[in-house]
């Protein structure tokens, strides 16, 4: 089985209730595919996504051996 | 210079031993700027007990590496050293600290203020705060 | 606090120093900005052996007094620090110290910046160089 | 006598050769006639003014008692 492993931090990490998993890549083209597989009934909120630890858009290709975490605004410095 | 550290520092020996141990900047930096963030114990309304930082270990060493890079491409400075806690704070606490050394002070007031900003709006680190009426998340400006 | 003197200082002790007695700023202040102006050992093409300040005492202190209250007027700014040297300095020797304390990191890096252009444009300092093609007077941008 | 104390700094200290004098105020109306009976044939300089110690124009009235400088454009900081 071919594995995306998916981080969550913050809020999201607090209302998902788990800060990482693994998803089947199986039918996942973008980012925007596994967001909606793991979000659930999470309802909309504000998400920023980074993919292998870089910025990425919601429609950017993701694949297997990809890590992909969601993440709400950052409040650094 | 990038560290990242859930121990506590002092910003002003921190920039100082680092000025000392750069020995070959001695003499050739007419400017320095520094900014220290540091945690508030009052905020929107509320008194902070203390605040936990949680940040994306790896992610945040990479883009401070990137932004450093990319302030020593764009101005004429001479090093850079940036300095930020996750974890635990409490209040007084430093936060960040950003220092700059260059030539002359244009360039080094820039390059400081391009790097705080920065590392405000892009790393990824998040604030939770603990005030006297619980626990909450820090929502950007 | 302005400060006006000969003697040598190290501008990191000097604001840890200033903080520390300030009891009253910790928690208060989420942003502190420094600037150093220091004597670099080489400028417009020459080796740079000493320089002595010359400064208008009095009038020094008046200005730089003026200029302080200026910037606590014109931004929201909890504190600022301004220490002076005159007299003779070698190489690498800090010349100028200016911190600022403030809720925000945007009054700080405003009012910081306004205190050392003042001081730049208005302060009564002369530099004069001893290089090793001899004494001169800097002269402004 | 009435008299207005005079004050020079850096080049122009250096060129006129001393730092100080005591001018006597009988004919003087403003900063500018004081450098005209002090500078002698110093020549075109750039001098700025200050009077009581704060900045001035050259036009600005002096009068006994005051204490005026002559200096070049600073450079501190």
């Given at each position: 089985m071919n594995l995306i492993q998916v981080r969550y931090f913050a809020g999201i990490r607090e209302r998902l209730g788990r800060d990482q998993e693994l998803v089947d890549a199986?039918?996942?083209?973008?980012a925007s595919d596994v967001w909606s597989r793991v979000s659930g009934a999470l309802g909309p909120v504000r998400v920023l996504v980074a993919i292998n630890q870089e910025y990425a858009a919601m429609d950017h290709p993701v694949g297997p051996g990809d890590e992909i975490a969601f993440f709400p605004p950052v409040t650094g410095g | 210079m990038i560290r990242v550290q859930s121990d506590p520092f002092d910003p002003w020996q921190e920039v100082a031993a680092y000025q000392q141990q750069s020995g070959s900047l001695a003499g050739r930096f007419g400017a320095t700027t520094v900014f220290v963030g540091s945690l508030r114990d009052f905020s929107q309304g509320r008194q902070i007990r203390e605040m936990t930082l949680e940040h994306y270990a790896g992610m945040t060493e990479k883009h401070l590496e990137k932004v450093s890079r990319e302030a020593m491409t764009r101005w004429d400075i001479l090093d850079a050293l940036v300095i930020h806690r996750y974890g635990r704070l409490k209040p007084a606490d430093p936060i960040v600290l950003v220092a700059v050394w260059s030539a002359h002070r244009d360039e080094a007031f820039q390059a400081c203020r391009y790097l705080i900003d920065e590392l405000k709006t892009r790393a990824p680190f998040w604030k939770n705060e603990a005030t006297d009426a619980g626990q909450r998340w820090v929502v950007p400006d």
């Amino acid at each position: 089985m071919n594995l995306i492993q998916v981080r969550y931090f913050a809020g999201i990490r607090e209302r998902l209730g788990r800060d990482q998993e693994l998803v089947d890549a199986e039918g996942i083209r973008c980012a925007s595919d596994v967001w909606s597989r793991v979000s659930g009934a999470l309802g909309p909120v504000r998400v920023l996504v980074a993919i292998n630890q870089e910025y990425a858009a919601m429609d950017h290709p993701v694949g297997p051996g990809d890590e992909i975490a969601f993440f709400p605004p950052v409040t650094g410095g | 210079m990038i560290r990242v550290q859930s121990d506590p520092f002092d910003p002003w020996q921190e920039v100082a031993a680092y000025q000392q141990q750069s020995g070959s900047l001695a003499g050739r930096f007419g400017a320095t700027t520094v900014f220290v963030g540091s945690l508030r114990d009052f905020s929107q309304g509320r008194q902070i007990r203390e605040m936990t930082l949680e940040h994306y270990a790896g992610m945040t060493e990479k883009h401070l590496e990137k932004v450093s890079r990319e302030a020593m491409t764009r101005w004429d400075i001479l090093d850079a050293l940036v300095i930020h806690r996750y974890g635990r704070l409490k209040p007084a606490d430093p936060i960040v600290l950003v220092a700059v050394w260059s030539a002359h002070r244009d360039e080094a007031f820039q390059a400081c203020r391009y790097l705080i900003d920065e590392l405000k709006t892009r790393a990824p680190f998040w604030k939770n705060e603990a005030t006297d009426a619980g626990q909450r998340w820090v929502v950007p400006d």
